[in-house]
């Protein structure tokens, strides 16, 4: 069970070997004869076990960026290197075992199976996982073990995001990405949850890169790149980082 707290302020922890590099990334998409220009020579680093956050308004490219890292999407030239492999040159079979075997993935709506109860909708992760966690531990990480018998209908939108975040994090990835994980949520359920991951960072030492447009969030994480109209703008590093319940908005 995740009981380590942080303190007021926790320091951040220097770059080490980064497991996301991405060089001069472009991507653009043509409709009829308009086109587009997505991203525009994105380079970012990330180092292995800090928890980043692009922010950017609705159109700067972020949900692009954070596909193509995901290996959902592709750009059209540079180069995407995670944990030292070269994904911008994988296969779409070799992309789709990266998916399965390395990321864990949340987003804003939580894509929950109707039919399933909480606890299987985690064990068919597990089930096609090389090194998953233990169902239960990871249940009672998110403090959800007395609901795992509840269908999604019956939980609340926090409930339910929390079971997301379980069922991405049984995985026992090496990369969490989280689109808008508190888009849908009230005030008070989203700093439950910025909590739990911020938790799980800590317990599971996951590296975790989240999009989101709140700008708030960005103090409780160790890097910040600032996204606008297709090109990172501005990279800021947190020499302190707050706990996520002291974050306001």
């Known amino acids: 069970m995740i009981e380590q707290q942080?303190?007021?302020?926790?320091v951040a922890p220097p770059l080490v070997q980064a497991i996301i590099d991405i060089s001069d990334l472009q991507k653009s998409y043509t409709l009829g004869e308009v086109k587009t220009e997505v991203l525009k020579g994105i380079n970012m680093k990330v180092g292995r076990g800090e928890i980043s956050v692009i922010l950017g308004p609705s159109?700067?490219?972020?949900?692009t960026l954070m596909n193509i890292i995901g290996g959902i999407d592709r750009g059209d030239s540079g180069q995407v290197i995670i944990d030292g492999r070269k994904i911008?040159?994988?296969?779409?079979?070799?992309?789709?075992?990266?998916?399965?075997?390395?990321?864990?993935f949340i987003f804003q709506s939580y894509n929950l199976v109707p039919n399933l109860t909480v606890a299987e909708n985690i064990e068919v992760v597990a089930n096609i996982s090389q090194s998953p966690l233990n169902t239960d531990?990871?249940?009672?990480?998110?403090?959800?073990?007395?609901?795992k018998d509840r269908f999604p209908r019956e939980l609340s939108g926090g409930e339910q995001q929390r079971v997301a975040i379980a069922r991405a994090l049984v995985k026992n990835p090496k990369l969490l990405l989280c689109d808008e994980p508190t888009g849908a949520l009230d005030y008070l359920t989203s700093h439950s949850i910025l909590q739990f991951l911020q938790q799980v960072n800590r317990q599971y030492s996951?590296?975790?890169?989240?999009?989101t447009h709140n700008t708030a969030i960005a103090a409780m994480s160790n890097r910040v790149f600032k996204l606008r109209s297709g090109e990172i703008v501005e990279e800021e590093i947190n020499e302190t980082?707050?706990?996520?319940?002291?974050i306001e908005w």
Do not use: F, H
């Open 88 to 104: 911008s040159d994988l296969s779409d079979d070799d992309l789709t075992n990266y998916r399965r075997e390395y990321l864990g």
């Open 206 to 211: 996951t590296t975790i890169l989240m999009v």
């Open 59 to 63: 159109g700067s490219g972020k949900s």
């Open 137 to 147: 531990e990871v249940l009672t990480a998110v403090q959800m073990q007395d609901k």
């Open 6 to 10: 942080l303190s007021d302020t926790a």
């Open 241 to 246: 980082i707050l706990p996520a319940e002291r």
